[in-house]
């Protein structure tokens, strides 16, 4: 059973404060996904990779980066916190884009005062 | 650009009820998934449509998927308390990327 873990369930930072949110993955997908989910909006897509180094931009990438140095870890970072970061982050992982599942980790909910 | 639209956004339902959620896109997918999250969990997968027309069951259940391959429908007959969540559809975007694309959730409270 695949398993996709993130490192922190609860985060609270400063603005201001760079901010990184690790998540690993133990089936050895291809494919990574960072989206953030707010009432009301879903779940909107921040970055994907496909391979390892390789990341592309999703539908709200401003304000975030990621890095994918080993297949089974993608990162997010937020350079400079900011309160309208303030949500919920779900990595993801798959083996096919778009035509197989996703497989998510729990969740950070993340708090910036 | 690519919408999925889900209604309703929320359902309050008596015990035993019947509950439905649509989903509909502004594009033509090649296939629909569709995703449970319980209160304070994460999405799960529940099933994959591909075919026009196809309909999928799995147990109180009842997945379908329109001809044109444009809307799609969950529906859960007799509820019970376990079915509460948010249902979300998604599919893949019509950009090279591929990626999912996720309407914005039917939420189901049921009511014993």
């Known amino acids: 059973d695949v398993k996709v873990t993130q490192s922190s369930r609860y985060l609270v930072k400063r603005t201001g404060e760079k901010v990184f949110l690790e998540c690993v993955q133990d089936?050895?997908?291809?494919?990574m996904f960072w989206y953030r989910q707010d009432p009301g909006l879903g779940l909107r897509l921040i970055y994907f990779?496909?391979?390892?180094?390789?990341?592309e931009k999703g539908d709200i990438p401003e304000g975030y980066s990621v890095s994918r140095e080993k297949k089974e870890r993608f990162s997010l970072i937020l350079e400079s916190a900011s309160t309208n970061q303030t949500s919920m982050y779900l990595c993801?992982?798959?083996?096919?884009?778009?035509?197989?599942?996703?497989?998510f980790g729990n969740g950070t909910r993340l708090t910036v005062t | 650009g690519q919408q999925v639209m889900q209604i309703p956004q929320y359902q309050h339902v008596q015990e035993g009820e019947d509950f439905t959620t649509y989903c509909n896109s502004s594009?033509?997918?090649?296939?629909i998934q569709w995703y449970k999250q319980r209160p304070g969990g994460h999405p799960v997968f529940l099933i994959q449509?591909?075919?026009?027309?196809e309909v999928k069951k799995q147990k109180r259940l009842t997945f379908q998927f329109g001809e044109a391959k444009k809307n799609s429908s969950l529906h859960i007959t007799a509820t019970q308390t376990t079915d509460v969540g948010t249902y979300f559809c998604?599919?893949?975007?019509?950009?090279?990327?591929?990626?999912?694309?996720f309407g914005t959730g039917t939420r189901l409270t049921v009511i014993p």
């Open positions: 993801a992982s798959s083996r096919d884009r778009g035509r197989s599942p996703l497989h």
């Open positions: 089936m050895d997908h291809e494919n």
């Open positions: 990779s496909y391979d390892v180094k390789m990341k």
């Open positions: 594009t033509t997918l090649s296939n």
């Open positions: 449509l591909v075919k026009s027309g």
């Open positions: 998604a599919g893949p975007q019509q950009t090279g990327a591929n990626n999912l694309f």
